[in-house]
């Protein structure tokens, strides 16, 4: 089984609809983070958190908002969605520790279109 | 600030033929880097790693060596693979970012037979 899991995998959806995206991780990560993924444009960090009280913006926070239901689950939330956010969109986990080298575990993404 | 550039693909390699893709990148204080691939519909997953200056990371055949002086980590492979073709991401983590990475643009990978 997957350690970090994506739901849905592809979802299309129009413009104003609320939309939510789950992640669920079995590594035991405290560290989890949303990231969007546009053709030519790299990774970019929507939000993250670094245990279930901690929340925290990345660099495209705007239009997006999170929720940490648990250690093992982060939902990332669209509250009316716009087709700019249609992109590809992946949760990453990493452990806790001082160490530069931690390796993030990324989710296998979700495909939004927003028509 | 922290940030990363890679070169633009996309690269078109031949089988065996010698595979470059450059990164290069500004940081505060001392970071680790990263070398990420991602197969055809799936996420990313760790190639590579080095944390500290003149480390050299290597796995399936790639490597990469952390240059201080020249802020680079070049990816290197010395004979590629069909099995290769994928998107390659170079990224940082700063020694004050506490976890998050900072990611170049991809470089689109593809290995004719």
């Known amino acids: 089984d997957a350690d970090v899991t994506q739901t849905p995998r592809n979802r299309i959806t129009k413009t104003g609809k609320r939309i939510m995206l789950e992640c669920s991780q079995t590594k035991g990560h405290d560290r989890m983070y949303w990231y969007r993924q546009d053709p030519g444009l790299g990774l970019r960090l929507i939000y993250y958190?670094?245990?279930?009280?901690?929340?925290n913006k990345g660099e495209i926070s705007d239009g997006y908002s999170v929720s940490r239901q648990a250690q093992a689950k982060f939902s990332l939330s669209l509250e009316s969605a716009i087709p700019n956010q249609t992109a590809l969109y992946f949760c990453?986990?990493?452990?806790?520790?001082?160490?530069?080298?931690?390796?993030?575990?990324f989710g296998p993404g979700t495909r939004l279109t927003v028509l | 600030g922290n940030s990363v550039t890679q070169m633009e693909g996309p690269v078109t390699l031949s089988e065996e033929a010698f595979l470059t893709i450059n990164c290069t990148y500004t940081?505060?204080?001392?970071?680790?880097l990263f070398w990420y691939v991602q197969y055809p519909g799936e996420g990313l997953q760790l190639l590579l790693k080095?944390?500290?200056?003149?480390d050299k990371g290597s796995n399936k055949g790639f490597e990469a060596t952390y240059r201080k002086e020249t802020t680079s980590f070049h990816l290197e492979k010395g004979s590629v693979q069909v099995s290769d073709s994928a998107v390659y991401f170079c990224?940082?983590?700063?020694?004050?970012?506490?976890?998050?990475?900072?990611f170049g643009r991809g470089t689109q990978l593809t290995v004719w037979p």
């Open positions: 940081a505060t204080g001392y970071p680790s």
């Open positions: 080095a944390t500290k200056a003149d």
């Open positions: 990453a986990t990493s452990p806790t520790g001082t160490s530069g080298g931690n390796e993030q575990f």
């Open positions: 990224a940082l983590r700063g020694g004050s970012t506490l976890g998050r990475l900072y």
């Open positions: 958190s670094f245990d279930v009280k901690d929340i």
